[in-house]
């Protein structure tokens, strides 16, 4: 029998097995000790002295004689706001400077990049990019945005810069091409990467509604891969869960059978967040694919209205910021179920009025 204080668990393969392994709250148990099931009179009393010297809090996962340090949220000096960019570039040549501008701009607004990433993080940029089309098509993150993020991360300090979607796909790379970002992010500077989807962990949902656990990618969850986790979704319809935006976009960051995420899709949501932690959310509206999201198909499905359009939105609160999305499709956030019910979860607030807002036209 474990103590309380242990939570048996396991690493998801590509093949669907798994391996033992245990998560820790407070501090790590010694080498081995995971192997014999129980908790030694000298592994209490190590695991007691770590606790008592201010290790409380820290969420670690053992497995075998490897320890893994699962993700917190990075210390934020970002402003409790959220900033709304407005911008149109008269001309496609002229999209790069316009998008690049606005980006730089609704984070500056909340207090800069330096503010959250710090010199020598490891920072995950994590867009949609698994569709196979270009940025006209909104379907994918506009490939600026994500590009301008990149260069402020490594003037923030950053040592490393990875971007990367867990796609549908059996091989990622087509979209990864098609959308543009692969190009866009290494010219930047950054590593993109694919998920390596053997070495996803399953973790506990700690108060879950609906979802005692699941399959995370490594890459975002893991404190070793990850110290600040940037999330930038493109602002969409959705034929399931209405609209695809920030919350949505953690399903490119688990791995395990999408498919058994769909029912109750507006609780799933946001029992995936209680475990994936983001730092901040910066929402591409450019383009927003209106009718026949994810996908999308004709170019009538796409606003590129300054109305109903070229925006980009940032807040550190990914609850605030997906329900400035929904305002532009006319809803309300009590009528976006994961929406209303990541508020319910603590995630953040569905009231985005209440915050400060930082808004402004370049």
Known sequence: MLPAAFVRMGTAGIMGRSQDAFVLHGASRMAGEEERGSLSRR?????????????????????????????????????????????????????ERVVTEMTRQAVAA?????????????????????????????ANTNPYVVAALVRMCA??????????????????????RASGIAAAAAAAGA??????????????????????????????????????????????????????????????????????????????IPDLLRVIKVDLTVMDCYRVLRTHGPTGGTPADVDNSVQGARRVVASRDPVAVDACGASMFGYGPTQIGFIANAEKAGLGTADWHSLPLFEQTI
């Open 43 to 95: 592994g209490f009393l190590i695991g007691a002295a770590a606790v008592a010297a201010g290790l409380t809090g820290l969420r670690v996962m053992a497995r075998r004689r490897h320890v893994v340090r699962l993700k917190e949220y990075a210390p934020n000096g970002l402003a409790r706001g959220i900033s709304i960019i407005h911008g149109d570039a008269k001309s496609p040549a002229d999209e």
């Open 110 to 138: 909340l207090g800069g990049m330096r503010t959250v990433v710090k010199k020598g993080d490891t920072v995950v940029i994590k867009p949609n990019m698994a569709w196979v089309w270009g940025p006209e098509m909104a």
């Open 155 to 176: 003037e923030a300090g950053a040592a490393r810069v990875c971007v990367m979607d867990n796609t549908i796909a059996a091989d990622p790379s087509t979209s990864y």
């Open 191 to 268: 590593e993109v990467r694919y998920v390596e989807r053997s070495r996803a962990l399953t973790l506990p949902v700690p108060d879950h509604f609906v979802l005692p656990e699941w399959p995370f990618c490594r890459e975002f969850v893991s404190g070793d891969a990850c110290d600040v986790l940037i999330n930038v979704p493109v602002l969409k319809d959705h034929g399931t869960s209405r609209l695809s935006i920030g919350l949505k976009n953690a399903f490119g960051m688990v791995a395990g059978e999408r498919g058994q995420l769909h029912p109750e899709i507006h609780l799933k």
